[in-house]
């Protein structure tokens, strides 16, 4: 088990904890003074460190406690650095700061969905199949994630299966602190996209299929390598390689999903329902639901 998925882990063992803390956004609700805000992020703080035998060469940051839309509850982050890997993940914790727990909160008032839809950007981002499709899966993905790779060859096998009615958006979400190599290979992704967004999959291909013999010693050679085999030019991609417009794309990119609270990858949206991991039988699910919908609003029409 990674450590990423470890920390995770601790942080999720924490639902239900006693003393302070909390989730979601801008409401109406009053914020709590300076001095109870601090009071509780101590306890919160303090509570987890004795629960979770944290010692000091962990560092264990509890943001604020702000106001949600729902009266009584908070929302926090806590921030848990083990050996350099870093983990932050949303808590919600009651306005008296006695219990705290993990979790979302859901407004049944909105759709989830088309909320999730609204936040993707996917102007200027690599584009795979009908434009027009029924169903379109955007993943936020990092080269060098195993999990990521198994993903690539999931889709592999899922997609002829659905030609016309897929499209597919990628996005870039390198875990630096973990895969040293994932960003070298996210901006050579962009670079293959500037310059031909047809070669970008086979990049995507090159690299997931290649992903046990990269390493962050070779990762700039085969990256080369792997553009020319795509018909590249090489001086144009070596170039774009080295520009800042290519790594500033790839942080627009993370900064999406960071908007959608993606924390690991791979994490798929499927017309806005959210899939963490790279379970193909969920995507089919998901998929085959969202025709099974598509095809009863139409024969509604009829």
Not at 145 to 172: E, I, M, Q, S, T
Not at 192 to 198: E, G
Not at 245 to 259: D, F
């Amino acid at each position: 088990m990674n450590k990423a998925l470890t920390l995770a882990l601790i942080l999720a063992l924490s639902a239900t904890a006693s003393r302070a803390q909390g989730q979601h956004t801008q409401s109406a609700v009053v914020a709590p003074a300076a001095s109870a805000t601090s009071a509780t992020q101590k306890s919160i703080e303090a509570y987890l460190r004795h629960l979770y035998a944290f010692g000091p060469n962990v560092t264990l940051v509890v943001g604020p406690p702000r106001p949600t839309n729902v009266e009584g509850l908070l929302e926090t982050t806590i921030d848990l650095t083990i050996d350099g890997n870093k983990q932050t993940v949303k808590f919600h914790v009651s306005k008296d700061g006695r219990f705290l727990f993990q979790g979302e909160l859901s407004d049944l008032t909105k759709d989830p969905l088309a909320q999730n839809r609204a936040k993707i950007q996917m102007t200027d981002a690599p584009t795979l199949g009908n434009p027009n499709a029924t169903v379109t899966l955007v993943e936020y993905s990092d080269f060098e994630c195993p999990v990521c790779r198994n993903l690539h060859d999931a889709l592999r096998g899922l997609l002829p299966n659905y030609d016309g009615k897929v499209r597919v958006v990628f996005k870039d979400f390198p875990i630096e602190q973990l895969h040293p190599w994932a960003r070298t290979a996210a901006i050579a992704g962009r670079c293959a996209y500037q310059q031909d967004p047809k070669a970008f999959w086979k990049m995507y291909d090159f690299i997931y299929d290649n992903q046990e013999i990269i390493s962050a010693a070779n990762a700039w050679t085969k990256m080369m390598d792997y553009a020319g085999q795509s018909g590249l030019d090489a001086d144009t991609f070596k170039t774009c390689m080295a520009s800042p417009e290519a790594g500033a794309a790839v942080n627009a990119s993370r900064a999406n999903g960071q908007l959608l609270d993606v924390s690991s990858t791979p994490t798929i949206f499927v017309n806005g329902r959210r899939i963490v991991g790279a379970d193909a039988h969920l995507l089919e699910q998901y998929i085959n639901y969202e025709l099974t919908q598509e095809s009863g609003k139409a024969a509604e029409k009829k």
